[in-house]
């Protein structure tokens, strides 16, 4: 435990606390001086009352600001937590894309022989087949 | 068109030669006087003909269009 000496409105207060912690007590006690010295010409009572009502005044005002900056709060860490989702799902994509293109890369250029016969082959297989058959009826018959 | 070029080439020259051969008949068959034949038979290689120029047609067409 530390020993700590705090000024507040000319009286001097020894208070114990914590090792470590005496800076800021003297930091709080220095706030609370402050104030009691804002409000002159009272009876040292009534000038504590006052820098504690002042002090819990700032501290409520101080309370209600935070709780008014965070639904703000709660939408950047929302749109953070989008953007985030959209940069893993980005990332995947791109992921995905490379190994196409690489897949694409390493596959065999598709075999020109072994494409199947289209409708216009085929068509002029008939034709081919019908106007043979058409000369072997000519020849015949000439 | 897509075409498999062997097949195609290959049908191509199949029906060259076919016609050449109907050709070379119906020129033999005017040198000797044009013999008569059984109408029935003319009008089946008629619309034999027709049939096989309908469809040439319809390829070249469809050719044209890509």
């Known amino acids: 435990m530390?020993?700590?000496r705090l000024n507040i409105a000319g009286r001097?207060?020894?208070l114990t606390c914590a090792d470590g912690e005496e800076p800021q007590l003297q930091k709080l006690a220095g706030l609370i001086d402050e104030k009691v010295r804002a409000i002159p010409g009272s009876?040292?009572?009534?000038?504590?009352?006052?820098?504690?009502?002042?002090?819990?005044?700032?501290?409520?005002e101080a309370k209600a600001k935070v709780d008014r900056s965070?639904?703000?709060?709660?939408?950047?860490?929302?749109?953070?937590?989008?953007?985030?989702?959209?940069?893993?799902?980005?990332r995947d994509e791109l992921a995905a894309a490379r190994r196409e293109i690489e897949a694409l890369k390493a596959a065999p250029p598709p075999a020109v022989a072994a494409a199947p016969r289209t409708t216009h082959d085929r068509a002029l297989l008939q034709i081919a087949d019908r106007i043979e058959a058409l000369a072997a009826k000519v020849?015949?018959?000439? | 068109m897509e075409l498999d070029l062997?097949?195609?080439s290959l049908a191509i020259g199949r029906i060259e030669r076919a016609l050449s051969r109907?050709?070379?008949?119906?020129?033999?068959?005017?040198?000797?006087?044009?013999?008569?034949?059984?109408t029935s038979d003319q009008s089946a290689l008629k619309a034999e003909v027709n049939a096989v120029i309908g469809e040439l047609d319809r390829l070249i067409a469809e050719a044209n269009r890509g």
Not at chain 1, 139 to 142: D, H, L, P, R, V
């Open chain 1, 43 to 60: 009876t040292e009572v009534r000038q504590l009352l006052f820098a504690a009502l002042m002090l819990a005044d700032e501290a409520q």
């Open chain 1, 139 to 142: 020849e015949q018959s000439a």
């Open chain 2, 6 to 8: 062997d097949e195609s």
């Open chain 1, 2 to 4: 530390a020993d700590v």
């Open chain 1, 12 to 14: 001097t207060y020894d």
């Open chain 2, 22 to 38: 109907i050709e070379k008949s119906l020129a033999e068959r005017a040198e000797r006087g044009a013999s008569v034949q059984p």
């Open chain 1, 70 to 90: 965070e639904p703000q709060s709660d939408s950047l860490r929302a749109a953070v937590a989008l953007a985030e989702s959209r940069e893993t799902q980005a």
